[in-house]
T-cell receptor
Framework: DQQVKQNSPSLSVQEGRISILNCDYT??????FLWYKKYPAEGPTFLISISSIKDKNEDGRFTVFLNKSAKHLSLHIVPSQPGDSAVYFC????????????FGTGTRLTIIP | KAGVTQTPRYLIKTRGQQVTLSCSPI?????VSWYQQTPGQGLQFLFEYFSETQRNKGNFPGRFSGRQFSNSRSEMNVSTLELGDSALYLC???????????FGEGSRLTVL
C-alpha cells in the first residue's frame, strides 16, 4: 500500500519556466513533509520541508504547497535551471523528529535548455 | 566535514549468501537510518538506530538486521539473499531537525 504517491514518473520543462511536481498521500497521520532531490550515483539530498500547520514554505526558487484537505502537496521550482534535472522524492513522517520517512516513488525532472 | 560514508559501493552476491553493509555517519550524528531503493518502489525504510538502540523498524522480513556501535557507525546484514534483494541500500544520519537526513551514496547490491 503506497501511502505517498507521485503519479508522474517523469516531467520535462523548458529552462526558465516553472516546474511543478506533485505528491499525494493517504495517511492522515502524516504531519511533516519533505522533498529530496537525487542525482545519479549520489544519495538523496534534502531540499525543502513543510509542517502540517503551514500551507506554504518558500526557500529561494523552491516553494512547497500543502493542501491538507486534499492530502496533496506540490513543489514549485521557479525559474527552472538545467542543474535542477534530477529525480525528486516526496516524503512524509508522522511526527516532528521521527526519522522514519515514507517516500514516494519519485519524479524524474528534465530541464530542457 | 566528511559526509556519510558507505562501504562497499558495489557488490555482487548469489542467492542464499549473506551480505554485510557498513555505514559511517557524519561526525557528531548519533542517529543512523537505512533505506532500500528499488525501481518503482521508491525508498523504503528498513530501520533506525540511535545510541546503539533500534528505535524504529520497517516492514521487512527478519533476514534484514542491523546494529549500531558505540562510535555511531552502523552495519546492516541480509541473510539468505533472494533475487528481490537486489537494490540500492542507502544509509542516512542526522542529529537535529526532523527528517533532515543526510544520505550516503549507497551500496548497490546485485543478487544473481
Amino acid at each position: 500500500d503506497q501511502q505517498v504517491k507521485q503519479n508522474s514518473p517523469s516531467l520535462s520543462v523548458q529552462e526558465g519556466r516553472i516546474s511543478i511536481l506533485n505528491c499525494d498521500y493517504t495517511n492522515s497521520m502524516f504531519d511533516y513533509f519533505l522533498w529530496y532531490k537525487k542525482y545519479p550515483a549520489e544519495g538523496p539530498t534534502f531540499l525543502i520541508s513543510i509542517s502540517s500547520i503551514k500551507d506554504k514554505n518558500e526557500d529561494g526558487r523552491f516553494t512547497v504547497f500543502l493542501n491538507k484537505s486534499a492530502k496533496h502537496l506540490s513543489l514549485h521550482i521557479v525559474p527552472s535551471q538545467p542543474g535542477d534535472s534530477a529525480v525528486y522524492f516526496c516524503a512524509a513522517s508522522v511526527d516532528f523528529g521521527n526519522e522514519k520517512l515514507t517516500f514516494g516513488t519519485g519524479t524524474r525532472l528534465t530541464i530542457i535548455p | 566535514k566528511a559526509g556519510v560514508t558507505q562501504t562497499p559501493r558495489y557488490l555482487i552476491k548469489t542467492r542464499g549468501q549473506q551480505v554485510t553493509l557498513s555505514c559511517s555517519p557524519i561526525s557528531g550524528h548519533r542517529s543512523v537510518s537505512w533505506y532500500q531503493q528499488t525501481p518503482g518502489q521508491g525508498l523504503q525504510f528498513l530501520f533506525e538506530y540511535f545510541s546503539e538502540t533500534q528505535r524504529n523498524k520497517g516492514n521487512f522480513p527478519g533476514r534484514f538486521s542491523g546494529r549500531q556501535f558505540s562510535n555511531s557507525r552502523s552495519e546492516m546484514n541480509v541473510s539468505t539473499l533472494e533475487l528481490g534483494d537486489s537494490a540500492l541500500y542507502l544509509c542516512a544520519s542526522n542529529t537535529m531537525g526532523p527528517g533532515e537526513l543526510f544520505f550516503g551514496e549507497g551500496s548497490r547490491l546485485t543478487v544473481l
